[in-house]
């Protein structure tokens, strides 16, 4: 930006402003009294009071005073009256010290006026404030120009804002000088604060919303250790719809939940909280992991076509050592044997919840005392610069030498990956350890079983082999005579309307007595009331009435399961 076109000394251009508007009131009155005559303005002489006219480009001069039907070009105006016009603040330093050139009258009604000639430091204290001499050195060394954006100006009860803009130039006789443009971007400022203060509003919904939706404390089953937590996404992110959830079964096995529903905000955490919902009424029924998956993938084309989730529903059963489990398009659980050694359950694994069209299947893996699992979002393993498969061989490297409680090992987990408040997706992870008993636990956590072989006779055995066990546990005499009746009525039910094989489990943990019978019959028993005059039909109203709980569910293999519950005594 040069400025040596210009005749007139950028330090006089006030003055220059002032003579100029002079001389036009006395000429408008000199026009008011006679009428003009025509006349050259190249041979034009100066009248009194009039400033030397400034020279335009290619030669031609431009009369300060002169006044003219037909408006005046940009080449005509000079330096001072361009800028006197800009409604923005603007102020021309030159020199190493940036004395004070030229300052416009926006800029001395936002800030006050200015002694032209004094150096920054002294006549510019808001700028010194904002620190913009430092940047107008660096401007005038490198002729490039610097912009600084929304600096606070405090004036009066309500703060201003304005962008700078320095600008290099260059001064007659190779004196170089900065330009400073000041833009008032108050009201955007505070429209953007508004701005962010709804999204924090919204978002701080959304994450109460979803935080009301999930688990408020999880249940603790008899035979895992169980810990979750779950992590909204960085301040500037929408929460997402991952949840997890934790759910006893009865019989000491306990359903393993997590999903996550694809996009953001209270849209997602609402059909996130329908689903949850869905999933625990579903396990109610006890049915295998693979069939809860279908009913859901039916239940979230309902809820929101547009919306699909991923899923993962296991199943954990002490008395068979395994967990359970099928997937709806979501990550492999990770399971790590008591030696530390890690692998995935990755098979079988089907599409996402609300796709539609395929039909889900159930896996196994073992899963014994010492075992542990993780169960995760992929806010916890995904990165946008590295592959997934990348994200969950970090996570298998940390899991096999995580130990500890469940929760030390969510912490863990978390600080392995990287982990932080700012982290800019939710996530959830849930955690699951099965207890090794050994010394005293293991007389707390016992098991007991008979194959019922044979007709009639199996009833006695059974009486029999369930009144010694019993027994040998050292159960209060109530408690063993209950459990005695449960497994006499159990059996004799699975004998009337149940086939081989048939067999008989007895399971103590800390805190209940299970009985349960199981047969190669898969219809389910029903709780139903008998007449007075039925000789049958009353075992399952016997074993709802005496027991703190029953159930029934059909086994993998073809067949029944029927159980039912004990608290134990404190």
């Given at each position: 930006m040069n400025f040596t076109r210009w005749s007139a000394r950028l330090p006089g251009s006030q003055r220059r402003t002032a003579a100029v508007r002079a001389a036009r009131r006395s000429a408008e009155q000199a026009l008011s009294a006679a009428p003009a005559t025509p006349q050259d303005p190249s041979t034009a002489t100066p009248s009194a009071g009039e400033v030397p006219a400034a020279r335009g480009e290619g030669g031609r001069a431009v009369q300060g005073g002169s006044t003219s039907a037909s408006p005046r070009s940009v080449d005509e105006l000079t330096v001072g009256e361009l800028l006197g016009q800009v409604p923005a603040p603007v102020v021309i330093v030159r020199g190493r010290d940036h004395r004070v050139s030229y300052v416009n009258e926006a800029y001395a009604h936002a800030f006050g006026p200015r002694d032209p000639g004094a150096p920054a430091a002294d006549a510019l204290p808001e700028l010194v404030e904002l620190g913009l001499v430092p940047?107008?050195?660096?401007?005038?060394?490198?002729?490039?120009?610097?912009?600084?954006?929304?600096?606070?100006?405090?004036?009066?009860?309500?703060?201003?804002?304005f962008t700078f803009t320095c600008t290099p130039i260059e001064l007659e006789a190779s004196d170089r000088g900065v330009l400073v443009f000041a833009a008032d971007v108050t009201d955007q400022v505070e429209s953007a604060e508004r701005l962010r203060a709804s999204e924090a509003r919204q978002r701080a919904a959304a994450v109460t919303l979803q935080r009301s939706l999930l688990p408020q404390e999880l249940e603790h089953p008899d035979d895992l250790r169980v810990a979750a937590t779950y992590q909204p996404g960085g301040t500037e992110a929408a929460v997402g719809g991952d949840w997890y959830d934790v759910i006893t079964l009865g019989a000491g096995r306990t359903a393993l939940v997590i999903g996550d529903v694809m996009g953001r905000g209270?849209?997602?955490?609402?059909?996130?909280?329908?689903?949850?919902?869905?999933?625990?009424?579903?396990?109610?029924?006890?049915?295998?992991?693979?069939?809860?998956?279908?009913?859901?993938?039916?239940?979230?084309?309902?809820?929101d076509a547009s919306q699909i989730a991923t899923c993962v529903y296991a199943v954990h059963d002490p008395s068979e050592g395994s967990l359970?489990?099928?997937?709806?398009?979501?990550?492999?659980?990770?399971?790590?044997?008591?030696?530390?050694?890690?692998?995935?359950?990755?098979?079988?694994?089907?599409?996402?919840?609300?796709?539609?069209?395929?039909?889900?299947?159930?896996?196994?893996?073992?899963?014994?005392e010492g075992a542990g699992a993780v169960f995760y979002t992929d806010g916890l393993v995904e990165r946008r610069d590295a592959d997934i498969d990348e994200g969950?061989?970090?996570?298998?490297?940390?899991?096999?030498?995580?130990?500890?409680?469940?929760?030390?090992?969510?912490?863990?987990?978390?600080?392995?990956?990287?982990?932080?408040?700012?982290?800019?997706?939710?996530?959830?992870i849930l955690v699951i350890h099965q207890p090794d008993h050994a010394g005293p636990d293991a007389d707390l956590f016992r098991n007991a079983a008979l194959d019922l072989l044979g007709g009639t006779e199996a009833a006695?055995?059974?009486r029999a082999f369930a009144s010694g066990v019993l027994a040998s546990w050292r159960f209060p005499r109530e408690l063993h005579d209950l459990g005695v009746l449960a497994a006499s009525e159990l059996v004799a039910n699975s004998l009337q309307h149940g086939t081989p094989p048939m067999r008989l489990r007895l399971r103590r943990t800390d805190r209940r007595l299970i009985v349960e019978v199981t047969d190669g019959d898969d219809h389910l028993p029903r709780r139903r009331r008998a007449d007075t005059a039925d000789e049958a039909g009353r075992g399952i109203s016997i074993i709802a009435t005496i027991g703190s709980s029953w159930g029934s569910r059909r086994?993998?293999?073809?067949?029944?399961?029927v159980w039912c519950e004990f608290a134990l005594p404190d």
């Open positions: 940047l107008m050195d660096q401007v005038q060394r490198s002729g490039k120009p610097r912009t600084v954006k929304a600096r606070r100006i405090d004036d009066g009860d309500r703060p201003r804002f209270v849209r997602a955490a609402a059909v996130m909280g329908q689903l949850r919902t869905a999933v625990r009424a579903y396990a109610r029924l006890d049915l295998p992991p693979h069939e809860i998956l279908q009913l859901l993938d039916g239940l979230a084309a309902e809820i359970t489990y099928a997937s709806a398009g979501h990550l492999p659980i990770l399971v790590r044997e008591p030696d530390g050694t890690v692998h995935r359950a990755e098979e079988p694994t089907g599409p996402p919840l609300g796709t539609g069209g395929w039909l889900h299947t159930s896996g196994s893996i073992p899963f014994g969950v061989a970090r996570l298998e490297h940390a899991f096999s030498g995580a130990t500890g409680t469940p929760e030390v090992v969510c912490d863990r987990l978390q600080r392995a990956l990287g982990i932080t408040a700012e982290h800019d997706d939710d996530l959830a006695p055995r059974a086994t993998p293999g073809g067949g029944k399961a």
